[in-house]
Every structure is written in structure tokens, then in C-alpha cells.
């Protein structure tokens, strides 16, 4: 099956900083990756689309400037939490879709838990 | 827009019993796809089954299957022989044919009691 990989999987930092998540397809090409935010027992959320060699498209209320998407090729997202708060902790989670395949499957990654201090 | 409803929380089964988890959505579109995944503690989400709207047979994996009822919108999991290893989160999602985006019911938190 398709495997989608996230790094780092757990990672604190203090209020102000800056975190990068990487998510990676690791054997298919993916030109839409999709970021997801998790609070505890709730679902998934949608934060925004990523979209190969264009700009990400951000879900209403999703402050495209403090969470930065680049998607720079067909196997890697980035998803860049800026001047990160106490408030953007959480369970961040990628997902993939496979270009050209009309399945509907969306292929998870492993999840990043951002812990803010 | 489309709506994915999961009305039960949480349940319980005993080990090795039949559970079933119910799923209702809804859509004006025609041609979609269904999933059921699983979250376990780990929190990586696993893709247990998936159902094309087109197809009337329902969907089965191994000791999960699914009653796909599209007159009704419907689409409930059941899992037999429930095993330890099936404790989790699982989420009814639903995709058109020609969107990229998932959306997700809120999730049933799946007990099973050795």
C-alpha cells in the first residue's frame, strides 16, 4: 500500500518560535496533500489543501499567514506553524492523495504532536 | 455541502462478538466514495474499508463489512469476531468522485472488553 510519512512526530518548542512539519509520499506521487488539526477525541479538521507548484487553498478561519503550506514537489508538503502559541498545540496530521488514481483513498501519514510551551 | 453523521460516540463489544457502527450522510451527488478508518491510541489513521456509491454489492474485508443502503444514506460497519487490537476511534468519511476533499463523521470510540 501507498505510504505517507510525517516527521517530526513529537515536537515542543517555546512560544514565538517556529515549527516545520514534513509530510512525505514515500513510494507515489502526490499532487494534492491535504493538513488536517486534531484536538483530543474530535475529529479530524480540515486546515487547508496543498497543491503541487501553487498555492495551498486554507479552510475558512485558518490564518493562511500563521500556518504556511509549501508544496514543492510531488512528494513533499510542509506545513510551517509561525510564531507558534500555547493555542496552536495539537495533533497535526497529513493525508495524500495519488495522482491520476480515482479511487477517492486518501493515504494517511503517522501524525505530528505540537506541544507548545 | 456534504454531512457525515456518527450517532454513537461510543461503544463496547465483547471479544469476539459482532458490533456494528452506523454511518448516515448526506449528499446531492450521485457518484461518491465511502470509507471506514481507524484510529488506534497510535493516532495513525488506517483505512479499514472503502465502498463505491456505483457498486451495489456491499464492501468486505476480511471481518469487516459494511450494509451500504444508498436509498437511505446509510453506511454501517460491522465488525465480527471483535479482537483487543480493534480498540480505536473509527470515522465514517465520504468523498464526491470528482473532489479531493474527505469529509469526516465525528468519530466512535470502540471499546472491546476481554
Known amino acids: 500500500g501507498a505510504v505517507v510519512s510525517q516527521h517530526p512526530s513529537r515536537v515542543i518548542c517555546k512560544s514565538g518560535t517556529s515549527v516545520k512539519i514534513e509530510c512525505r509520499s514515500l513510494d507515489f506521487q502526490a499532487t494534492t496533500m491535504f493538513w488536517y488539526r486534531q484536538f483530543p477525541k474530535k475529529s479530524l479538521m480540515l486546515m487547508a489543501t496543498?497543491?503541487?507548484?501553487?498555492?495551498?487553498?486554507?479552510e475558512q478561519g485558518v490564518e493562511k499567514d500563521k500556518f504556511l503550506i509549501n508544496h514543492a514537489s510531488l512528494t513533499l508538503s510542509t506545513l510551517t506553524v509561525t510564531s507558534a502559541h500555547p493555542e496552536d498545540s495539537s495533533f497535526y496530521i497529513c493525508s495524500a492523495r495519488r495522482s491520476g488514481r480515482a479511487t477517492g483513498e486518501l493515504f494517511f501519514g503517522e501524525g505530528s504532536r505540537l506541544t507548545v510551551l | 455541502a456534504q454531512t457525515v453523521t456518527q450517532s454513537q460516540p461510543e461503544m463496547s463489544v465483547q471479544e469476539a462478538e459482532t458490533v456494528t457502527l452506523s454511518c448516515t450522510y448526506d449528499?446531492?451527488?450521485?457518484?461518491?466514495?465511502l470509507f471506514w478508518y481507524k484510529q488506534p491510541p497510535s493516532r495513525q489513521m488506517i483505512l479499514v474499508i472503502r465502498?463505491?456509491?456505483?457498486?451495489?454489492q456491499n464492501a468486505t474485508e476480511n471481518r469487516f463489512s459494511v450494509n451500504f443502503q444508498k436509498a437511505a444514506k446509510s453506511f454501517s460497519l460491522k465488525i465480527s469476531d471483535s479482537q483487543l487490537g480493534d480498540t480505536a476511534m473509527y470515522f465514517c468519511?465520504?468523498?464526491?468522485?470528482?473532489?479531493?476533499?474527505?469529509?469526516f463523521g465525528k468519530g466512535t470510540k470502540l471499546s472491546v472488553i476481554p
Open positions: 465502498q463505491e456509491a456505483y457498486k451495489q
Open positions: 449528499t446531492s451527488e450521485n457518484n461518491y466514495y
Open positions: 496543498s497543491n503541487e507548484g501553487s498555492k495551498a487553498t486554507y
Open positions: 468519511a465520504f468523498i464526491g468522485a470528482g473532489s479531493y476533499q474527505l469529509t
